[in-house]
């Protein structure tokens, strides 16, 4: 009886150390599980507190007392020259608002930031006045080359 007794209490030690051990990897994967929940909640909050970046359309302008923009460069690849705006265009309105006489802080607040936002132009050239639109996109929407070529231009 002395024997099976001793035999009983390795068994029960051995059942315990199971029971300790699968409660321990049980305790483990559960704070595993947390953690990932943790990290895709942090995750998700990131992702819906990102600012987005304001858009652009490629365009550096000269603006002189008493008269309209007028566009000196045309970034290409961007949607500016896409539109077909080109060098030496001037800007009489963008939308409704009119150019003449707005320093050229009033006329990029006048002109859209906001990615896919189309705008509007009115320009003056070689005498006829055409419209052309453009859609403002954000700069990583750009090709590499041509987010070089925006990055470097002279503002």
């Known amino acids: 009886m002395k024997i099976e007794a001793h035999k009983l209490f390795l068994l029960l030690r051995?059942?315990?150390s199971i029971a300790v051990f699968t409660l321990i990897i049980l305790i483990f994967r559960a704070n595993m599980a947390a953690d990932?929940?943790?990290a895709m909640t942090l995750k998700a909050g990131v992702e819906e507190t990102q600012i987005q970046a304001p858009g652009i359309i490629g365009i550096n302008m000269q603006i002189?007392?008493?008269q309209y923009p007028t566009i000196?460069?045309?970034?290409e690849g961007t949607p500016a020259h896409a539109s077909g705006l080109v060098v030496?265009?001037?800007?009489?309105?963008?939308?409704t608002i009119s150019t003449l006489g707005l320093s050229k802080q009033q006329v990029d607040m006048s002109i859209s930031d906001e990615p896919g936002a189309k705008v509007q132009f009115l320009v003056l050239r070689n005498g006829q006045v055409q419209t052309r639109t453009v859609t403002v996109t954000s700069l990583s929407e750009l090709?590499?080359?041509?987010?070089?070529r925006y990055l470097t231009a002279p503002y």
């Open 14 to 16: 051995t059942v315990a």
């Open 36 to 38: 990932q929940a943790h």
């Open 64 to 66: 002189k007392a008493g």
């Open 72 to 75: 000196l460069q045309v970034i």
């Open 88 to 95: 030496g265009d001037q800007i009489l309105a963008v939308g």
């Open 143 to 148: 090709s590499q080359a041509t987010q070089a």
